[in-house]
């Protein structure tokens, strides 16, 4: 598990750099589908368009999205429950 904002445990990071909504959305994807039932992903995204496309995803999908949270100009972060 790696701790995030000392608040957060995550069982899965995944650092998806410069990756676009299609292949950004598509790892998740795969990486969630490896998981188990109430386990836990920290996204690390640079694409602006995550900000609207992650949580639409989360949606559709039937997954919490726990919280996100800005770093900086680019970054953002996604914490995501797979229920």
């Not at 899965?12 to 386990?39: H, Q, R, T, W």
Request: proline share 2%.
């Amino acid at each position: 598990m790696i701790k995030i904002n000392n608040t957060r445990n995550c069982d899965v990071v995944y650092d998806a750099g410069p990756a676009g909504c299609g292949e950004l959305i598509m790892n998740v994807f795969l990486k969630v589908k490896k998981m188990s039932k109430g386990e836990t992903i920290h996204v690390i995204s640079y694409d602006l368009g995550a900000k609207e496309d992650i949580p639409a995803w989360c949606r559709m999908q039937g997954y919490t999205l726990l919280d996100v949270y800005e770093e900086g100009l680019l970054m953002t972060h996604f914490i995501i429950q797979k229920n």
